[in-house]
């Protein structure tokens, strides 16, 4: 390649436009019907209107083709979310703001994806949905809260299988306090704060 045309690469509006646009990881957790989803699609919706790259991997639709096969066990749950957590800093790691509302209910599930992030360079932050269980229960969008305690279904994240939270997020939003609005402003704002701070 002679120095014309390598020097015509590395002046590309292409090229420019990738470094502008840092990667990062936000993982959304909280119990089922919390709003970590409503959240990450929303904000999904502002960053696209914006020209970001945006990726969301929520996890009713990535589960069924990422981790099939798998059931619902502490150890299949941890799996499951090591995959996602990768998909996502790979994913991050080639400029894409990727959000994830997966419950995640294990703190040391959570922290290995951290840790491969912290280890890769690429900006993570977590967001803890701290709805309470009465307020999402409330609302049991899928339905699931009633069959669990009509048992018709085991193993429901914060009716008799643990939810672990989390210890430090970066963020907590509770969203029986705090409207659509408000959340997406706040989950904005520290997605801007950690792509800056690596910069």
Request: net charge negative; no cysteine; charged share 25%.
């Amino acid at each position: 390649m002679n120095a014309s045309v390598e020097a015509a690469s590395v002046e590309s509006p292409v090229l420019r436009q990738a470094q502008d646009n840092a990667g990062a990881t936000l993982w959304f957790t909280g119990l089922p019907s919390a709003g970590k989803s409503t959240i990450a699609h929303a904000l999904a919706d502002r960053l696209s209107a914006d020209g970001h790259r945006v990726q969301v991997l929520d996890g009713d639709e990535v589960r069924p083709h990422l981790s099939q096969g798998l059931g619902f066990s502490r150890e299949d749950r941890d799996i499951n979310v090591r995959r996602i957590g990768w998909v996502a800093r790979m994913l991050a790691s080639h400029g894409v703001i990727v959000l994830v509302p997966v419950i995640a209910p294990y703190a040391a599930a959570r922290d290995a994806v951290r840790d491969d992030h912290v280890a890769a360079g690429v900006p993570f932050a977590e967001i803890y949905v701290s709805t309470s269980l009465e307020v999402a229960e409330s609302r049991d969008v899928k339905g699931l809260y009633a069959k669990a305690r009509n048992g018709e279904l085991s193993g429901m994240t914060g009716v008799d299988d643990p939810y672990e939270r989390p210890a430090r997020p970066e963020l907590v939003i509770d969203t029986g306090r705090v409207d659509l609005a408000a959340g997406v402003d706040q989950a904005g704002s520290l997605l801007l704060a950690i792509t800056q701070k690596e910069r």
